[in-house]
């Protein structure tokens, strides 16, 4: 199945936010035998262009390159890596987790340490650790060593996972959020042949800390309509209500009505949804999740973009690892490519 091959090579790239070279450049390759046009701006952004017919509507598909990670912040006499975090991160998942410090030397392992539970306090073992209270040992000796090594302050840092296949309809990965996207929005390239309409597909930078990259690629394209492609939390595991995540694994993807930074324009979400059921296939509805999307910022461009989202259900999203289904991912391939092809008639 080329979606897994295609998501396993962008899941296992390091791309924290700010430092998306080595996605950049797999969404380079991938994109390029689908496009007419490709390229980057100055900020990073990966920008495909499939022509259309002349003075049909430009749709702008986002997917956003990088990944929540850590920088490194300070380098002590021992030779211990104190960091920052990129984008959100939960401290209570840091500890004890295997990272890669990707220096210009080339990727050193590392594994996030704290004082030992044995010595500490048993008032000190009910806290969470902050981050700063933690700090990255790659087996150096000093400061120095940890320099000769190619350390330096800004390094960024990711963590050390790697993809697998889980059960007959799963896989397992590093930054799903949003490698999916990028995986999906490749996949339909794939599939629009011929468009009426003409497609920029941006794979954009510095989402995780603002939003940054669409910001400007979409001032520069300027689209008719906008359509991010993202993951959303799938509530289906213990101990999650249904009203606080209602979207769940293998139940198609998730259409946005409204979030913190957005609320789908009518004749997008209509669009979205008259595709999923002229396709027949799963999809789900989903409104009131604290967070947003490339899409926030596409539709303020300028004068306005009606924009809206297409999200794949994934589990553990902006932790080390996530799990979504194949299915779902097929699926919203499939609603992308159609809903593209179903814009003249909306717009």
């Not at 390239?189 to 690629?217: F, I, N």
């Not at 997008?268 to 910022?297: C, F, H, K, M, W």
Request: hydrophobic share 40%.
């Amino acid at each position: 199945m080329a979606i897994v091959e295609t998501l396993e090579k962008l899941s296992n790239a390091c791309g924290v936010a700010g430092r998306e070279d080595e996605v950049r450049k797999i969404m380079k390759e991938l994109l390029k035998p689908h496009v007419d046009e490709l390229s980057e701006d100055k900020l990073g952004n990966v920008i495909g262009v499939k022509k259309g017919k002349k003075n049909a509507p430009k749709v702008m598909l986002a997917a956003h390159m990088d990944e929540i990670g850590l920088f490194v912040k300070t380098i002590s006499k021992e030779g211990f890596l104190q960091f920052t975090k990129i984008g959100g991160i939960d401290d209570r998942i840091l500890l004890a987790q295997k990272v890669m410090v990707h220096t210009e030397k080339g990727p050193l392992h590392g594994i996030i340490g704290s004082k030992p539970p044995h010595i500490q306090k048993e008032e000190e073992r009910k806290k969470v650790l902050t981050f700063d209270e933690l700090f990255i040992d790659i087996g150096a000796e000093s400061q120095e060593e940890a320099r000769k090594m190619g350390v330096k302050i800004g390094d960024p840092v990711s963590f050390d996972v790697k993809f697998a296949k889980m059960g007959n309809d799963a896989v397992v990965g590093k930054a799903f959020d949003d490698r999916v996207g990028c995986a999906v929005m490749i996949e339909a390239m794939k599939l629009l042949k011929e468009t009426d309409c003409t497609v920029y597909a941006v794979g954009t930078v510095q989402e995780e800390v603002g939003l940054r990259g669409a910001t400007v690629a979409a001032f520069g394209i300027y689209p008719d309509v906008g359509i991010a492609l993202d993951v959303t939390v799938a509530g289906d595991v213990p101990g999650v209500k249904e009203v606080e995540a209602p979207v769940k694994m293998r139940k198609g993807p998730a259409i946005e009505i409204a979030d913190m930074g957005l609320i789908t324009h009518p004749k997008v979400l209509r669009l979205l949804v008259e595709a999923a059921e002229e396709i027949n296939i799963p999809y789900q509805l989903e409104t009131g999740l604290p967070g947003s999307t490339d899409a926030a910022r596409i539709a303020l461009t300028r004068e306005g973009v009606p924009s809206g989202v297409i999200s794949v259900p994934t589990r553990y999203i902006h932790s080390p690892v996530s799990l979504v289904s194949l299915k779902d991912l097929e699926n919203t391939v499939k609603l992308t490519a159609t809903a593209v092809q179903k814009i003249p008639k909306h717009f």
